[in-house]
């Protein structure tokens, strides 16, 4: 790999040993990709969890996490000390609430060690964000900007929406970018490789939140890996939308980048979206392609609901709004948990705006900064989930063993307050 003067002084050591591990990590993960070179960036999402180093070491302690972490994370053999962060860094999601991680079922060593790690970050330089959709509160790449993230969600967002350059890093690359401000210059960060492959002719036009959750995962189970061009969408999709498409698509098949003809910011001329090649499938998206998006993404058969999810990725807080609006003078049934994410940001101004009282009231809980599937809780003895996220319909079953309806926002609290699921394809 062809280094510049400034990239082998860190691999040599001269600013210090983390930075030559994460310098001696990123030229071998970019040796195996491929990558001729490195490239400069300022824009890195992250994720450093403390409970995951305490799985392989639980004797963690303000005296050890920072060279446990570095060890962890930069894959070093002897302890290095994490000197403080200079690229623009921001921790995505973490394990627990802050404030409900009783109730989310967290011991109390693991929100200890939740707390001690966050710490470190903040001194570290992160920005602590504590979301998966880092776009809702401040961090949004502009068109060309090479980013290193994590979490597929967000880079589908950054890659397709924005027109950021990012690959789906992994925990230990993300780290290493953040400490030398350069990641692989390979993938979607090169012009040839954001090329469509495969065109979607739309002919059922997606209207909702839940319309753009099916379409996306429809895409992603087919094209899986691919690069899909969707033609002939005739309604701008707002930010929710393309928040629950970009997810579904990323989960059903790893879709980190796609295209929608005349809406996203490099797809307003169909040769040039293509690189001038023909599309390697062209595939239909009618109702019968909706409806077998819909069966798949059904897992559960009993229509006895006791655990309801809103908020994959988090909630904007016209969602939150919406969610609110809808619970208003209404009561989550006993026995039946629902709860909403939301960055943590959000939340503060659903605070000041009342909307969080409202979702008290009716007795269900705003969190932030987690989800069940990355924190791996659910409430205690849950059986039947529903959700209005594809994404988390296609984990919950997958990760917590909670099989899942999939279903509108509104279906969604319907099942809340009533403990039924009546939600079906409209
Ligand atoms: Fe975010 Fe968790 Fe969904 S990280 S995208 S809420 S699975």
């Not at 060890?71 to 999601?93: A, G, N, W």
């Not at 062209?282 to 109702?287: D, E, H, I, V």
Request: hydrophobic share 40%; with cysteine.
């Amino acid at each position: 790999m062809k280094l510049t003067d400034e990239e082998k002084t860190i691999l040599d050591g001269r600013v210090g040993l983390a930075r030559q591990k994460a310098m001696e990590l990123l030229v071998r993960y970019g040796e195996a990709l491929g990558a001729e070179r490195l490239v400069q960036t300022n824009n890195v999402c992250i994720s450093i969890t403390g409970l995951a180093i305490s799985r392989i070491n639980s004797d963690i302690s303000t005296t050890n996490i920072n060279s446990l972490i570095a060890q962890f994370y930069l894959d070093s053999e002897v302890p290095v000390e994490m000197p403080r962060i200079k690229t623009h860094t921001c921790r995505l999601i973490r394990e627990m609430d802050p404030e409900y991680w009783q109730v989310q079922g967290i011991s109390p060593k693991a929100h200890e060690i939740n707390l001690l790690t966050e710490n470190m970050c903040g001194h570290a330089g992160m920005q602590l964000m504590h979301t998966c959709a880092p776009y809702l509160v401040g961090n949004v790449p502009v068109m060309g900007e090479h980013c290193a993230w994590i979490e597929s969600s967000a880079v589908i967002y950054c890659n397709s929406v924005l027109g950021g350059r990012t690959n789906t890093e992994g925990m230990e690359s993300a780290a290493a970018a953040a400490l030398v401000g350069r990641t692989p210059y390979w993938g979607y960060h090169i012009d040839e490789n954001r090329r469509g492959t495969h065109l979607v002719e739309v002919e059922r036009q997606p209207e909702s939140v839940m319309d753009w959750g099916l379409l996306g995962y429809y895409i992603g189970e087919i094209v899986q890996e691919n690069v899909p061009v969707i033609n002939n969408i005739r309604n701008v999709p707002n930010i929710a939308r393309l928040k629950h498409h970009g997810a579904a698509a990323a989960s059903s098949g790893g879709v980190e980048l796609y295209h929608i003809m005349n809406i996203t910011p490099e797809a307003h001329n169909i040769k040039r979206v293509f690189g001038g090649k023909k599309p390697v499938e062209t595939l239909k998206y009618g109702p019968e392609e909706r409806k077998q998006a819909y069966r798949n993404l059904t897992s559960a058969t009993d229509d006895t609901v006791d655990f309801v999810m809103l908020g994959c990725p988090h909630y904007t807080l016209e969602e939150v709004t919406n969610a609110a609006m809808l619970l208003e003078n209404k009561r989550v049934r006993d026995n039946v948990s629902l709860w909403i994410f939301t960055p943590k940001a959000l939340k503060i101004v659903a605070d000041q705006e009342g909307i969080t009282d409202i979702i008290t009231k009716a007795g269900a809980y705003l969190m932030t900064d987690t989800c069940p599937c990355i924190g791996r809780f659910s409430p205690k003895g849950a059986r039947i989930a529903a959700t209005d996220s594809a994404k988390h319909a296609h984990y919950m079953p997958a990760i917590l063993n909670i099989p899942t309806w999939f279903g509108s926002q509104s279906d969604c609290i319907e099942a809340a307050v009533t403990g039924k699921w009546q939600g079906e394809l409209k």
